[in-house]
């Protein structure tokens, strides 16, 4: 198993450009997550998706949309990229377990955005 | 609200030497705990997790105990490694949430041989 995926690994935009994260996960999670990861300021929720074409906000949304067409793609998508959002963004997924959700996330390697 | 505060890096040691990174939580409720990892250019690990007061966490020679009396979490190792140096990240979880994993800010840790 590969795990939790994101493509790319890094990317360079302009203010203004528009671009879209991938994150894949081939364990069947049901849960998935966008975090972005500032210095000094951890990891905060983004969006999130609790099951296939479901999305809801997170603590800092704005700026960013997602979708989650397939049960195992979870996408971010910035529309007009600002230097705000220079940032490193994770990806995780959770997983039910009969039914319950259980309380681990796992985690991908990480996308590094700048935007200049 | 819900929240996690932990000490602030970064911390430098010596091999062998003891380590402590404190953490405490505010939350209402009954939240699990956790302790991830985060090596150089990689995600986030669980290292390891505790689930209601007493419990203790264990892992690769770390161990930290759920404290609700003070609330806190704090993490511990005997006799750390240079492969210990990594940012490592105390978070809560409530039973109930459906998205909220709360993360500290991180305390970085590098390791002296």
């Known amino acids: 198993n590969a795990g939790v995926t994101q493509t790319p690994k890094f990317r360079v935009l302009k203010t203004g450009q528009s671009m879209t994260l991938l994150c894949a996960q081939d364990m069947n999670h049901e849960y998935m997550y966008w975090y972005r990861q500032d210095p000094g300021m951890g990891l905060r929720l983004i969006h999130y998706s609790v099951g296939e074409g479901t999305t809801a906000k997170g603590e800092v949304p704005d700026g960013y949309n997602v979708s989650r067409l397939k049960k195992q793609n979870f996408l971010l998508g910035l529309e007009s990229a600002a230097p705000s959002q220079t940032s490193v963004y994770f990806c995780?997924?959770?997983?039910?377990?009969?039914?319950?959700?259980?309380?681990?996330?796992?985690f991908g390697p990480g996308t590094r955005l700048t935007v200049l | 609200g819900n929240s996690v505060t932990q000490m602030e890096g970064p911390v430098t040691l010596s091999e062998e030497a003891f380590l402590t990174i404190n953490c405490t939580y505010t939350a209402t409720g009954y939240p699990s705990l956790f302790w991830y990892v985060q090596y150089p250019g990689e995600g986030l690990q669980l290292l390891l997790k505790?689930?209601?007061?007493?419990d203790k966490g264990s892992n690769k020679g770390f161990e930290a105990t759920y404290r609700k009396e003070t609330t806190s979490f704090h993490l511990e190792k005997g006799s750390v490694q240079v492969s210990d140096s990594a940012v490592y990240f105390c978070a809560l979880s409530m039973y109930s949430s459906a998205s909220k994993i709360i993360f500290g800010s991180g305390t970085r840790l590098s390791i002296r041989p």
């Open positions: 505790a689930t209601k007061a007493d």
């Open positions: 995780a997924s959770r997983p039910l377990k009969d039914r319950v959700l259980l309380d681990t996330q796992y």
